[in-house]
């Protein structure tokens, strides 16, 4: 049974890769293309650990066929901190403890960010309605939410 | 091993065509939300995947010529929220579309899958019955036009023919003084499937109910379009007896079933109380208009 050739641009980078028909794009990242950031929660569009960006929309990577990605941009959680420099929600989270096994922490991070740039400001609800897609079994959330917060406040001063 | 191909056409013939020829192994992937999870625990096991969204229909939003809108069956409930005008016109079909799943579904889902899905608790389905919307389906043997009502034949199943393709939704145009709701019960606030939804749309000529269609979801095998409800609430200034009438229709129109998400009496009391406040909702945009 002969691949799919796939011609894609992951985190700005043109990439190529060879999936099958019924590989999900979490397969093709985490395997061919060794980007393990995006971590395999539930396989089912519950759990958010395999948040990625399709054209800048959020999605979990589990529910798209590696193929749909053809033509696409995809943005992962290794794009995220830029020349080894971590973005604010990365550096918050890390400040604020909004983490403890990290299973759930790229896709909080991708989700975030997505919300961020939709909403710069957002209300403590809001970021708790964004995220009620990424389930974290650790840290109860509220340090989570607290920290996406943080991390607004000071993105919102580094571009005034 | 089983043999999968893949296909993304671009125009709806060619997809019409491959649909048909591979039968009853094929399925459509719109925002995969469904499809995808069918395939990973082995429900499903496709034979060829038709990808539609790049076929422009699909995916397009437009306002028709009479004030009515046409919605591609593929569009994503996260594209449709963006729209500058739809969320004014049918603020209830909106907030049902965008209750389907997290963030990240709604970058993918479509009221198209949600239909063809043939759960009994879709969320968007009762917002479109009581909108009114029809469906455009085409196939093998040309194209036709149902109401979303007459979509669900069962859990799980369609009145699709095999080999048709579901492409788009039309809503009405809408007389001023009109407005839409849609309400579900659900024991979390989001993120989870309706107990029972209930969907109503009506328009309102000096304090007077002119129409009103109402859906209930969740409480029957297929999504029920409730006519009793809608003829209690027509005439009248949606007086307390006359809510009261169409709560009772609602309650009454309901065959549940009992499961972990709720029993039969509850999702029948529950059906009325839903109208009730639906109704309230919609009045107040309708109002507003």
């Known amino acids: 049974m002969a691949k799919l050739h796939v011609s894609t641009t992951i985190n700005g980078e043109p990439v190529e890769y060879l999936c099958e028909p019924n590989d999900t794009m979490l397969d093709a ?11 395999e929660g539930c396989s089912s569009g519950d759990c958010g650990a395999c948040s990625i960006t399709l054209d800048d929309r959020l999605v979990c990577s589990c529910l798209m066929l590696a193929v749909e990605a053809e033509g696409r941009q995809v943005g992962t959680i290794e794009g995220m901190a830029k020349g080894g420099k971590l973005h604010p929600l990365q550096q918050t989270f890390l400040e604020m403890a909004a983490l403890q096994c990290g299973i759930c922490t790229s896709g909080m991070l991708v989700a975030s960010e997505a919300l961020l740039r939709k909403n710069p400001k957002p209300s403590e ?9 990424n389930l974290c079994r650790c840290t109860g959330y509220d340090k989570i939410v607290r920290a996406v917060l943080e991390a607004a406040a000071e993105l919102r001063e580094t571009v005034q | 091993m089983t043999d999968v191909r893949y296909l993304a056409p671009t125009t709806l013939d060619e997809a019409i065509r491959a649909y048909a020829a591979a039968g009853s192994a094929a399925r459509i992937l719109a925002g995969g939300t469904d499809l995808l999870v069918q395939m990973r625990s082995g429900v499903v096991q496709p034979g060829l995947i038709v990808d539609i969204k790049k076929i422009d229909e699909m995916m397009a939003i437009e306002e028709t010529a009479d004030g009515g809108f046409r919605i591609g069956a593929a569009v994503s409930g996260a594209v449709l929220a963006e729209h500058p005008r739809f969320g004014r016109v049918w603020p209830g079909v909106l907030e049902a579309v965008n209750l389907i799943g997290s963030k990240q579904v709604q970058g993918r889902a479509s009221a198209g899958g949600n239909l063809c899905n043939g759960s009994p608790a879709g969320d968007s389905v009762p917002a479109l019955v009581a909108a009114g919307a029809n469906v455009m389906i085409q196939g093998p043997e040309g194209c036709r036009e149902m109401p979303v009502a007459k979509v669900p034949a069962g859990p799980g ?3 699709l023919k095999p080999g048709e393709i579901l492409v788009s939704f039309t809503l009405p145009s809408r007389p001023s003084g009109s407005g839409d709701a849609y309400l ?22 000096g304090g007077v109910c002119t129409a009103a269609r109402v859906g209930l979801g969740a409480v029957a095998p297929t999504v029920l379009l409730v006519e009793e409800a809608a003829k209690a609430l027509i005439g009248s200034k949606l007086d307390d007896a006359a809510v009261r009438a169409a709560a009772t229709a609602c309650s009454a129109a309901c065959r549940p079933i009992d499961d972990k998400r709720g029993t039969i009496v509850y999702r029948t009391k529950v059906a009325g109380v839903l109208l009730t ?3 309230a909702i919609a009045a107040r945009r309708a109002g507003g208009n």
């Open chain 1, 125 to 133: 609800e809001e970021v708790r309605f964004w995220l009620a897609g």
């Open chain 2, 157 to 159: 199943r369609t009145n």
């Open chain 2, 277 to 279: 406040r639906a109704v």
């Open chain 1, 29 to 39: 990242l985490r395997g061919p293309l060794g980007l393990t950031g995006s971590k």
């Open chain 2, 184 to 205: 579900r019960m659900i024991p979390r606030t989001e993120m989870d499937i309706a107990v029972v939804g209930c969907g109503v749309s009506l328009s309102l000529e």
